[in-house]
C-alpha cells in the first residue's frame, strides 16, 4: 500500500474524524476512490458522502508514521468584555486566552 501524501493525509484526517465530504470534485475524490481509501456516490457533477473505508484509515496510521501527529492549533481564547471608564456605558471587548481564569 501506498502511503498519501501530505495534502492526502490532511484529506484523511479530516474525514477519520467521522465527518463525510459533500461535494468533492472528480480530481480531488478519484485518487482516494482508486486507491480504496473512501467511498462515495457519484451524483453529477460531485461526489457525494465522501466516507474513509478500513483502508483509508490503514494508510492514515501510515501517514502518520511518516508525517507525525499535527500540531493542536493556537491556544483557546476568548473574547471579554470591559467598561471604557467608570460610569461609562461605552463597553470594549478585548481577546484573552481562554485558559486563564478571570475575576469579574
Given at each position: 500500500m501506498r502511503t498519501p501524501t501530505e495534502k492526502q493525509y490532511q484529506a484523511l484526517r479530516n474525514l477519520a474524524s467521522g465527518a463525510a465530504g459533500l461535494s468533492w470534485g472528480k480530481?480531488?475524490?478519484e485518487m482516494f476512490l482508486n486507491r480504496?481509501?473512501?467511498t462515495a456516490e457519484w451524483r453529477?457533477?460531485?461526489y457525494q458522502w465522501v466516507r474513509i473505508t478500513p483502508d483509508g484509515m490503514r494508510a492514515l496510521?501510515?501517514?502518520v508514521e511518516q508525517y507525525g501527529l499535527p500540531d493542536l492549533g493556537p491556544k483557546p481564547q476568548k473574547w471579554q468584555s470591559y467598561c471604557a471608564k467608570c460610569g461609562s456605558k461605552?463597553?470594549?471587548s478585548r481577546l484573552i486566552d481562554a485558559e486563564i481564569?478571570?475575576?469579574e
Amino acid at each position: 500500500m501506498r502511503t498519501p501524501t501530505e495534502k492526502q493525509y490532511q484529506a484523511l484526517r479530516n474525514l477519520a474524524s467521522g465527518a463525510a465530504g459533500l461535494s468533492w470534485g472528480k480530481r480531488n475524490t478519484e485518487m482516494f476512490l482508486n486507491r480504496g481509501w473512501v467511498t462515495a456516490e457519484w451524483r453529477p457533477p460531485y461526489y457525494q458522502w465522501v466516507r474513509i473505508t478500513p483502508d483509508g484509515m490503514r494508510a492514515l496510521a501510515d501517514a502518520v508514521e511518516q508525517y507525525g501527529l499535527p500540531d493542536l492549533g493556537p491556544k483557546p481564547q476568548k473574547w471579554q468584555s470591559y467598561c471604557a471608564k467608570c460610569g461609562s456605558k461605552r463597553i470594549l471587548s478585548r481577546l484573552i486566552d481562554a485558559e486563564i481564569p478571570v475575576a469579574e
